[in-house]
């Protein structure tokens, strides 16, 4: 075959089975982007602002798999379609790729593991994208959910990937609501009963201020005096908010909190120690003597 012979079949393929795989790479390139759009469209309805939040991080979280396992689906068949194109004949590649997938599976259990325990985690919504968990031994916000693995992303920005597999307790923070608990300590010499009345005048006025009012559910629930602390008194009180929002209710409230128990001059106390020589048995205690080390300290200078 001399070289115009090649030049000629080589047009003739451009011009039949060349414009179809062009037409094919076009078609997928459109088909995926409709898909992005119906995968959102779809669930547009659970995303309005009058439904709860809940309902919509679920919504985002089944929009998200959607979308991956239609793309995925449309390149399969856009490849198998282009290798048509080529003769070469898509009946055996698909016997053998059935082969290939089932040895595999019987091969890669961790894949198979990851796989099912990915799509009953979605089916239970036990987690959705937007939420704040705890699992396999990392903690963030779940930005992207697949049937094999969750992504996370912790406060200091890193990125962690957690096989859908390693995953046996799930421990999600902001699910329909969350709590912030305080452990507010409080010298020994303070009324408690009185302590509690400005814990309640705080709560009271932050939920007044517009600002913080949407997010907080309920009062604040004061348990009482929790705990005799070493150098405190511990109060343990909690306050429901609106889900992720439970550490911005808290940190302001600590800090108006602080301003009050400043203005009511209530001691938050450090640490400290109380020291008992102890009494004999004549009710009289032993001599305590004290070593300022002035000597020592004038010898080292």
Known sequence: MDIKELLTLS??????SGIRIAIIIIMMFIT????GVLSRRLFAPFKKD????????????????????LSVSIVVIALIMILGEFGIKIGPILAAAGIVGLAVGFGSQQLVQDVISGFFILMEDQIRVGDVINIAGKGGLVEKITLRTTTLRD????????????????TNMTKEFSFYVFDIGVAYRENVDEVIDVIKKVDEELRNDTEFSGDIIEPIEIMGLDKFADSAVVIKARIKTKPIKQ????REFNR???????????????PHMTVYMGQNKDGQAPPLHVNMGTETAEKAN
């Open 11 to 16: 047009a003739d393929w451009l011009l039949s």
């Open 32 to 35: 995926l982007k409709l898909a």
């Open 50 to 69: 009058k439904l709860e939040a809940e309902m919509q991080k679920r919504a985002d979280t089944l929009s998200s798999l959607l979308k991956y396992i």
């Open 155 to 170: 406060l200091a920005g890193n990125v962690h990937f957690v096989r859908n597999g390693h995953i046996d307790i799930v």
């Open 247 to 250: 550490w911005q209710i808290g």
């Open 256 to 270: 108006r909190l602080k301003m009050a128990f400043d203005a009511k001059n209530i001691e938050i106390p450090f």
